[in-house]
């Protein structure tokens, strides 16, 4: 079982970047496809990007494209979430997950297998 940890939130003024990342405990992290879901205080997880397990094909939700990027380092163990131009609406704990499934566009939780504990990111208006 893989164990995933989550860093590099914080607070962050609107307009501002944070680079996430999150690192795997085991050396078959490029079996798994990766994702970061968010959840805001009151509101439901939601998807926000996912990588397959070579980092050629990525896919996110719509409000953050053109803003965030994924990538992965297969060779670190760890995968990344780039975000600029946040808004105060990014404001959420940041999850980390890890699949062991074949989705062509995998975007729900419920195709991943495998979740970080969080890492919170605030942004101030």
């Known amino acids: 079982q893989v164990q995933l940890v989550e860093s590099g939130g914080g607070l962050v003024q609107a307009g501002g970047s944070l680079r996430l990342s999150c690192a795997a405990s085991?050396?078959?992290?490029?079996?798994?496809?990766m994702g970061w879901f968010r959840q805001a205080p009151g509101k439901g997880r939601e998807f926000v990007a996912a990588i397959s397990r070579g980092g050629a094909r990525r896919n996110y939700r719509d409000s953050v494209k053109g803003r965030f990027t994924i990538s992965r380092d297969n060779a670190k163990n760890t995968v990344y979430l780039q975000m600029n131009s946040l808004k105060p609406e990014d404001t959420a704990v940041y999850y980390c997950a890890a699949s062991r499934g074949y989705y062509s566009e995998p975007s729900s939780q419920g195709e991943f297998d495998y979740w970080g504990q969080g890492t919170q990111v605030t942004v101030s208006s």
């Open positions: 085991e050396g078959t992290f490029s079996s798994y496809v």
